[in-house]
């Protein structure tokens, strides 16, 4: 769903600018909050995990394909505000290097795919895991189904800014029904990857989950030993979250019970390898057919005003590494780049974040 330059007229360009600058700007604080120990790692993988991701175009129709937005999976693993600020890091990447997204359009696209999506799946997540049982399969089926509602959404959402300034004259009603028709069935396919993922993190590391916290818990009951004679207020209930967390201090003790941390390089290093196996080699094999809204644009007509992109001539442009023939070496290539650039501005930003944070608390202490 990137937006090319010339979809949009440029006073509406600049009002989504200063929605998407406003947007990450209280993305910015909010992900201070977002980001501790658990979340401030594993931060800018996610970004990276959604910029492979992205590549793998799947078919969803007659000559049309679909990939992950990558909003729900962000806001889930990492938080809203955090979840923000990766897919917009993710699609300022593919605009510079690889001239995927208008640099015009880049408000744009912010506020469609990163700003709607995330507010939309998350708010939907947290209701859904608010009123469902607290398991660890409601936030799968939670993720399932904000992620599938988090694409018609963002869909409406273009439907809406091509009405205030889209620069061809085609009626919005169609375009409504088509971008929305689509969009549906894109939604399926962003469902299903975002519960499969979301779904194998909860498995190993629930406590890494941003949104399963306190929907994963277990009450933990720490009794005396059974040679001792029991007395009233030795038994004590803790709720855990999993590997990680502390438990509260049994009655009678001086030391509070505390399970040791678990490090998160493990599932740091297989999100990474996933991230460029899915970049380097399964995206040779992905959709070549046009996405939702370039088969929209084309049968509907608007894009008679589509630009060149400013960064056409960039050496990765269009997911390729310029000057190397061999197609599904110059895509794989171009791909390990993509996460390696993306995975590098995304953890620089997140550090620099947490690192804030930090100082901030120090200096209250």
Not at 47 to 65: D, H, R, W, Y
Not at 298 to 323: F, M, N, R, T, W
Request: charged share 15%.
């Amino acid at each position: 769903m990137h937006v090319p330059d010339g979809f949009i007229d440029a006073p509406v360009s600049v009002a989504t600018g200063v929605v998407a600058a406003g947007a990450v700007a209280a993305s910015l604080r909010g992900a201070r909050r977002e980001l501790d120990e658990r979340t401030a790692p594993l931060a800018g993988l996610v970004a990276a995990f959604i910029f492979a991701v992205q590549m793998l175009n799947f078919p969803v129709a007659a000559g049309t394909s679909g990939h992950l937005l990558g909003g729900a999976l962000a806001a889930i693993l990492v938080g809203p505000y955090t979840g923000v600020l990766c897919v917009s890091v993710v699609l300022l990447m593919q605009s510079v290097l690889f001239a995927d997204g208008g640099l015009t359009a880049l408000g744009v696209n912010i506020t469609d795919m990163a700003l709607v999506t995330t507010v939309v799946a998350y708010a939907l997540f947290r209701a859904i895991v608010k009123l469902a049982p607290h398991r660890r399969r409601t936030v799968t089926v939670a993720a399932f189904v904000a992620a599938l509602i988090s694409v018609p959404a963002a869909a409406v959402a273009f439907t809406a800014i091509y009405a205030l300034g889209g620069t061809a004259d085609v009626a919005i009603g169609k375009v409504f029904a088509a971008m929305v028709g689509v969009h549906v069935l894109i939604g399926i396919g962003e469902a299903a990857i975002t519960a499969l993922t979301v779904g194998a993190v909860v498995a190993v590391r629930p406590d890494l989950v941003y949104g399963a916290r306190g929907v994963t818990a277990r009450p933990l009951e720490i009794r005396s030993s059974p040679l001792a004679p029991a007395a009233p207020g030795t038994v004590a209930r803790a709720e855990v979250a999993a590997a990680g967390s502390e438990t509260s201090e049994p009655a009678g003790t001086s030391e509070p019970a505390a399970a040791p941390r678990r490090s998160a390089r493990p599932v740091w290093w297989a999100g990474l390898a996933a991230a460029l196996l899915c970049a380097g080699v399964v995206s040779f094999y992905a959709s070549a057919s046009p996405d939702g809204l370039e088969k929209v644009a084309h049968d509907k007509g608007i894009d008679q005003k589509k630009e060149d992109h400013a960064a056409k001539d960039s050496p990765l442009a269009d997911y390729g590494v310029k000057d190397i023939t061999d197609a599904r070496l110059s895509g794989g290539l171009a791909g390990v780049i993509g996460v390696g650039a993306t995975l590098a501005v995304g953890s620089g930003v997140f550090i620099v974040i947490r690192r804030r944070r930090a100082t901030a608390e120090s200096g209250r202490g």
